[in-house]
C-alpha cells in the first residue's frame, strides 16, 4: 500500500528530471557536430496521484503492484520534425546501456484506430536513492510535432466526452490523423529535396549559427 505519494513518486520525479538532461545533451552534441539534431526538443512528467488513482480502477491494478503494472509514471516525450528522425532516435535508445528496454510499441506505421500514431518504448531505468539503487518502470514516446499537435487536441477532447465521441467528430480526428501524417510525408520529401540540392552544391549555406543557437534555447523551455 501507498502510504506516503510524495515519498512514493522521489525516484520518478529523479528519473524525469535525469533523462530530460541525457536527451537534451544528445540534441546539444547533435547541433554541435551536424548542425541539426533528430531531437527538436523533449519534455518529461510524473503522473498526478488523481490520474494514476484513476488509471488504478481502469486497468484493475492493485496498489501492491503498481511498481510493476503501471509503466507510465514517469513519461518523456521526444518531439521530431520528420518520421525518419524518430527511428533515428530510437536506435540511439536501443544503443544506451543506463536503460533497458523491456517493450517497443511501433504507433507510427501501425497506427490506432483513432488515427493515434507515435512511437512508445517501455523500459527500466536504475535511480540512486539514499538507501540504494532502485529500478523503475518508465515510458518513453516519441514523435513528430504533428503527431504531437494532433493527439494533444485528442486528448483534451477525450476529457470533454469521456472517449465516447460523436460519431461525426470521431470521423473529423481520424481525418485530420491522416492529414497530420500526409503533412509529415510530404515534409520528408522536401527535406529529401533540399539535401539532393546540398549534395549538388556544397557552398548551400547552413542556417546562421545564431538563429539556430536561439532556437536550442526555446526548445528548452518546453
Given at each position: 500500500?501507498?502510504?506516503?505519494?510524495?515519498?512514493?513518486?522521489?525516484?520518478?520525479?529523479q528519473?524525469?528530471?535525469?533523462?530530460?538532461?541525457?536527451?537534451?545533451?544528445?540534441?546539444?552534441q547533435?547541433?554541435?557536430?551536424?548542425?541539426?539534431?533528430?531531437i527538436?526538443?523533449?519534455?518529461?512528467?510524473?503522473?498526478p496521484?488523481?490520474?494514476?488513482?484513476?488509471?488504478?480502477?481502469?486497468?484493475?491494478?492493485?496498489?501492491?503492484?503498481?511498481?510493476?503494472?503501471?509503466?507510465?509514471i514517469?513519461?518523456?516525450?521526444?518531439?521530431?520534425?520528420?518520421?525518419?528522425?524518430?527511428?533515428?532516435v530510437?536506435?540511439?535508445?536501443r544503443?544506451?546501456?543506463?536503460?533497458?528496454?523491456?517493450?517497443?510499441?511501433?504507433?507510427?506505421?501501425?497506427?490506432?484506430?483513432?488515427g493515434?500514431?507515435?512511437?512508445?518504448?517501455?523500459?527500466?531505468?536504475?535511480?540512486?536513492?539514499?538507501?540504494?539503487?532502485?529500478?523503475?518502470?518508465a515510458?518513453?514516446?516519441?514523435?513528430?510535432l504533428?503527431?504531437n499537435?494532433?493527439?494533444?487536441?485528442?486528448h483534451?477532447?477525450?476529457?470533454?466526452?469521456?472517449?465516447?465521441f460523436?460519431?461525426?467528430?470521431?470521423?473529423?480526428?481520424?481525418?485530420?490523423?491522416?492529414a497530420?501524417?500526409?503533412l509529415?510525408?510530404?515534409?520528408?520529401e522536401?527535406?529529401?529535396?533540399?539535401?539532393?540540392?546540398k549534395?549538388?552544391?556544397?557552398?548551400?549555406q547552413?542556417?546562421?549559427?545564431?538563429?539556430?543557437?536561439s532556437?536550442?534555447?526555446?526548445?528548452?523551455?518546453?
Amino acid at each position: 500500500m501507498v502510504k506516503n505519494w510524495d515519498n512514493f513518486l522521489i525516484p520518478y520525479k529523479q528519473a524525469v528530471d535525469e533523462l530530460k538532461v541525457k536527451l537534451r545533451g544528445i540534441r546539444a552534441q547533435f547541433l554541435k557536430v551536424d548542425g541539426r539534431s533528430p531531437i527538436e526538443f523533449v519534455t518529461g512528467r510524473v503522473k498526478p496521484v488523481d490520474s494514476i488513482k484513476e488509471k488504478m480502477v481502469r486497468r484493475h491494478i492493485s496498489e501492491d503492484r503498481l511498481e510493476e503494472d503501471m509503466e507510465d509514471i514517469a513519461g518523456l516525450r521526444i518531439m521530431c520534425q520528420f518520421v525518419e528522425d524518430i527511428y533515428q532516435v530510437v536506435d540511439l535508445l536501443r544503443k544506451r546501456t543506463d536503460i533497458n528496454i523491456l517493450e517497443e510499441r511501433d504507433y507510427v506505421h501501425n497506427k490506432k484506430p483513432s488515427g493515434y500514431r507515435s512511437y512508445h518504448i517501455i523500459f527500466e531505468y536504475p535511480v540512486q536513492m539514499l538507501s540504494g539503487e532502485k529500478v523503475i518502470l518508465a515510458e518513453i514516446q516519441v514523435r513528430t510535432l504533428a503527431m504531437n499537435f494532433w493527439a494533444t487536441v485528442e486528448h483534451s477532447l477525450n476529457y470533454k466526452y469521456k472517449g465516447a465521441f460523436p460519431a461525426d467528430l470521431k470521423s473529423q480526428l481520424e481525418r485530420s490523423a491522416e492529414a497530420a501524417f500526409h503533412l509529415d510525408e510530404e515534409m520528408s520529401e522536401i527535406r529529401d529535396e533540399l539535401q539532393e540540392v546540398k549534395k549538388q552544391d556544397p557552398d548551400t549555406q547552413e542556417p546562421d549559427k545564431d538563429v539556430r543557437k536561439s532556437s536550442d534555447e526555446n526548445s528548452h523551455l518546453q
